[in-house]
T-cell receptor
């Protein structure tokens, strides 16, 4: 079974500061990993995803994440926070094994609310 | 705009009411999903439809009844709900279901449901 843990339900940063949102996963097979963002009163929007290949993945709005197999992590970063980044962020994992029971399903973490102060 | 619309955006219903949530996708996708988002809980996948056929039902109570009349529309029929069913219900779509490379899911804005 897969699981996702997002460390910190709330993260607060100053505008211009580094954003670091932590995600650790558990999967018995090589995972596909995703970060989604949810702005107030909206649905989820894909920021970036890792499937295979380069472990450093770049997404929209200046975000990037690095897949570290040894640490089972997929932390999301942005060098300089902007006020418009305030939202809730979700890490998710999917099973890449076509024979697995979780194949094609996304398992989400509990979310991290990012607050950006002026 | 993600190309996935949901109506209504807000719904208040009593436990004896019957109501339906509607989702429409304008992306030409073949797979559609219902998720439940409750406060302080991870998103829960409820149902998946692929080419109008239900392929996943994650032990959802029978008071939730999905319907997929065509690949562009998805409904969630609600009856005799409980207060703990109050949540944000999100619809999503993707090009296909279960392909080798995970398809990106596109989400609608959700329906905020309150059961009194």
């Amino acid at each position: 079974a897969q699981s996702v843990t997002q460390l910190g339900s709330h993260v607060s940063v100053s505008e211009g500061a580094l954003v670091l949102l932590r995600c650790n996963y558990s999967s018995s097979v090589p995972p596909y990993l995703f970060w989604y963002v949810q702005y107030p009163n909206q649905g989820l929007q894909l920021l970036l995803k890792y499937t295979t290949g380069a472990t450093l993945v770049k997404g929209i709005n200046g975000f990037e994440a690095e897949f570290k197999k040894s640490e089972t992590s997929f932390h999301l970063t942005k060098p300089s926070a902007h006020m418009s980044d305030a939202a809730e962020y979700f890490c998710a994992v999917s099973d890449s094994n076509a024979g697995g029971t979780s194949y094609g399903k996304l398992t989400f973490g509990q979310g991290t609310i990012l607050t950006v102060h002026p | 705009e993600t190309g996935v619309t949901q109506t209504p955006r807000h719904l208040v219903m009593g436990m004896t009411n019957k109501k339906s949530l509607k989702c429409e996708q304008h992306l030409g996708h073949n797979a559609m999903y219902w998720y439940k988002q409750s406060a302080k809980k991870p998103l829960e996948l409820m149902f998946v439809y692929s080419l109008e056929e239900r392929v996943e039902n994650n032990s959802v109570p029978s008071r939730f009844s999905p319907e997929c009349p065509n690949s562009s529309h998805l409904f969630l029929h609600l009856h005799t709900l409980q207060p703990e069913d109050s949540a944000l219900y999100l619809c999503a779509s993707s090009q296909d279901w279960g392909r080798g490379l995970q398809e990106t899911q596109y989400f609608g804005p959700g329906t905020r449901l309150l059961v009194l």
